[in-house]
């Protein structure tokens, strides 16, 4: 298949489409970027890659980190994580309050806000004030680059109005279900949402997933063959919150986006893809990325339906 035209059709397609949605203003920092960029990587086992757009621009990659902090939480916990976070579909918005109070504080699954903060509690657990440090070391693990930092401005901007998350964090420790210094907890999260990374690295990063948890660029095991098939199947359900099911019926492929306008997916056996445009549509998610992948899965038969 040719890949390269593909995506340049793809690009052609979306112009229109630029001009819908709405930037993420909500953590002020997140504004500071050109709201009509677009740029997507295919990434293939055999390390060839096609790009389209500015694919060295790194944006911050928001609610993406939540994979990768639940990929090592489930690594350490096992089944025993799902005491504390399921792995159902909310049908809210990623960061609402309103289920949390009648579930008790277990969050509906990892990807909403308050699963990925019960995720980074379970970390701090483990890491301890190490906890940012190895998330990151993790990522750069899976995307082969050691180049990777996080945004200080982000990081500080989502920590000066992060209310809600302050919110969440405190309801669910009423319910004990946090079980380290609130702070250090929502450190670790807002720092790991200000991790930059461009649509070729994110791509990369993802590999292991469409591999059965081999990272098939370096062979290393990153997961366990059933542990990757539930990964998947939680971005499936739940990686684009309230929309997951849109998203499903339009892409059909496991996909996890964040507010920074980046949207990850997996064919599995295949690739990885990653794609980025800013704005967002009413439910938080990239509006062009996930034209853009409809565009992809349709013109290339690639979704896993
Ligand atoms: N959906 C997202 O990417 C949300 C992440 C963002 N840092 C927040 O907590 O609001």
């Known amino acids: 298949m040719d890949y390269q035209a593909i995506l340049e059709e793809i690009k052609n397609e979306i112009q229109p489409f630029l001009n819908e949605g709405k930037l993420a203003n909500y953590i002020p920092a997140l504004a500071n970027v050109d709201d009509k960029e677009f740029a997507m990587s295919i990434q293939l086992f055999d390390g060839t890659s096609y790009h389209i757009g500015n694919h060295n621009l790194k944006f911050s990659i928001q609610s993406i980190s939540k994979v990768f902090t639940f990929t090592l939480a489930l690594n350490h916990y096992g ?26 504080g277990i969050p509906r699954n990892p990807f909403i806000n308050a699963g990925a903060i019960v995720t980074a509690d379970s970390l701090v657990s483990i890491y ?22 996080f945004d200080e401005e982000i990081f500080n901007s989502e920590l000066a109005h992060g209310f809600r998350n302050f919110a969440l964090i405190n309801m669910i420790k009423s319910f004990n279900n946090i079980n380290n210094n609130i702070d250090d907890v929502i450190d670790t999260y807002f720092k790991q949402c200000s ?25 290393e095991e990153i997961l366990t063959v059933s542990k ?22 339009k892409v059909g492929l496991p996909g996890k986006s964040g507010v920074g306008g980046g949207i990850v997916a997996v064919v599995p056996q295949k690739m990885a893809i990653c794609v980025y445009s800013p704005k967002l549509n009413l439910q938080g998610n990239s509006l062009v990325g996930t034209k853009a992948l409809e565009l992809f899965t349709t013109k290339t038969g690639l979704s896993i339906f």
């Open 79 to 104: 089944k025993d994580l799902y005491k504390r976070v399921g792995h159902e579909p909310s049908g809210n918005p990623f960061n609402s309050l309103v289920q949390l109070e009648y579930e008790n």
């Open 195 to 219: 991790i930059m990374m461009n649509t070729s690295q994110l791509s990369k990063s993802m590999l292991f997933l469409a591999n059965h948890g081999i990272n098939p660029l370096t062979n």
């Open 128 to 149: 301890k004030k190490n906890t940012f440090n190895t998330i990151l070391n993790f990522i750069k693990k899976t995307s082969n680059d050691k180049t990777l930092t």
């Open 228 to 249: 990757a098939k539930r990964i998947n199947s939680l971005m499936l359900t739940c990686g684009h919150y309230d929309a997951s099911g849109d998203f499903a019926y």
